[in-house]
């Protein structure tokens, strides 16, 4: 086969970076070693990734896209990792994505997901990436749907995304999942509250996890309750509401059963209509984040941003005009 990638580490990954189509080819053959560089240059913002991710986009499009969304501590991680072993029962590939933005322990939550997830790290047919998100403005959504995308175009059946469901950012993660899965604990009156301001309407499952815990039923009642309450004419999918004990594995089934169940009723007739809206999103949001990038890049190479920004602290120009100012300089 004429798009075999030779075997010699060091060559070969030289050769790719010369040649981005080659490279495209050898993430969508499965090359690990070309995928992880890839994802390690789009963190990093190297130019060539983007010309990779352009010769991959028709690669694209194939794997079953799960947000796994809720607060710091309700278990994500943990249930995670035992819906990539349930996957591999059923013998289907795996990739995982773990972003934690908001913790100010990243870091150490980023190594505690690695060491849970180690059993499968010897599993080739599980990829799993932690992000860690440095203060990159807007771009943590960006930056998690290129991951996506490359393990889309690794051929893996699932692709599951560990977020904390509170800023902008994971908001717009979630929109670019086909199915996402909202965790909840027993005994969080304050969140099923904020849960009616958002999150209830974009959750395909929900999760009461750590079920062992006293008020599970409770919680399984209330989120039932608000479920059947929210006008539902336009649909004629419910959102179930699993029990489940991920340390011990409880429940994991019938999620993945409820996941599946979720991903046929989405190829359906409503998945042209959910695929045109992910695309959507995602050019948005890469135009947003180059337009600002763009911006702050303009703003670098000259004082004009600095002396904006002190006549705005001055009051010597109002907001609305500096930003006008910006925009229509010629900087170049
Ligand atoms: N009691 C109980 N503890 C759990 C359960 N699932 C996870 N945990 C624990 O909850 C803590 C936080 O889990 P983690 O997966 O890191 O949560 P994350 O921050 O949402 O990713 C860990 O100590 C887990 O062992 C459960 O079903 N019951
Ligand atoms: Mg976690």
């Not at 904020?194 to 309407?201: H, P």
């Not at 359906?268 to 600002?292: D, P, Y």
């Amino acid at each position: 086969m004429d798009d075999e990638i030779p075997m010699k580490p060091a060559s070969t990954l030289a050769q790719l970076e010369e040649d981005p189509e080659l490279w495209a080819r050898a993430v969508a053959n499965g090359h690990l070693l070309a995928a992880s560089r890839l994802m390690r240059y789009l963190d990093d913002r190297i130019p060539v990734a983007i010309n990779v991710m352009k010769a991959l986009f028709h690669q694209t499009g194939k794997a079953h896209i799960i947000g796994v969304t809720g607060s710091p501590g309700t278990g994500k991680s943990t249930l995670v990792d035992q819906l990539v072993a349930e996957a591999r029962k059923r013998e289907k590939t795996v990739g995982v994505v773990a972003v934690d933005p908001s913790s100010p322990f990243t870091e150490g939550a980023i190594l505690g997901d690695r060491i849970r997830m180690k059993r499968h790290n010897v599993d080739p047919g599980v990829f799993i990436r932690s992000l860690a998100t440095r203060g990159q403005l807007g771009g943590l959504s960006r930056s998690t749907h290129d991951i996506v995308d490359v393990m889309d175009a690794m051929g893996k059946d699932l692709v599951i995304v560990e977020t904390v469901g509170v800023g902008q950012d994971e908001m717009d993660i979630v929109k670019l999942a086909h199915t996402n899965i909202i965790v909840q604990v027993p005994g969080m009156g304050d969140d099923v509250q904020a849960i009616k301001a958002g999150i209830l309407e974009v959750g395909d499952i929900f999760v009461v996890n750590k079920s062992d815990l006293v008020g599970a039923d409770r919680a399984v009642q209330d989120l039932e309750m608000m479920i059947h309450f929210k006008d539902q004419s336009s649909s004629d999918y419910t959102p179930p509401v699993i029990k489940a004990e991920a340390n011990t594995g409880t429940g994991i089934g019938d999620l993945m059963d409820c996941v599946e169940r979720h991903g046929q009723f989405i190829r359906g007739r409503n998945g042209a209509m959910i695929e045109k809206s992910r695309l959507r999103t995602r050019f948005q949001e890469i135009l947003r984040q180059s337009l600002f990038e763009q911006t702050q890049d303009r703003l670098k190479k000259t004082n004009l941003g600095k002396n904006l920004m002190e006549k705005v602290e001055n009051r010597l120009i109002d907001p609305y005009s500096a930003a006008e100012e910006v925009l229509s300089a010629k900087l170049y």
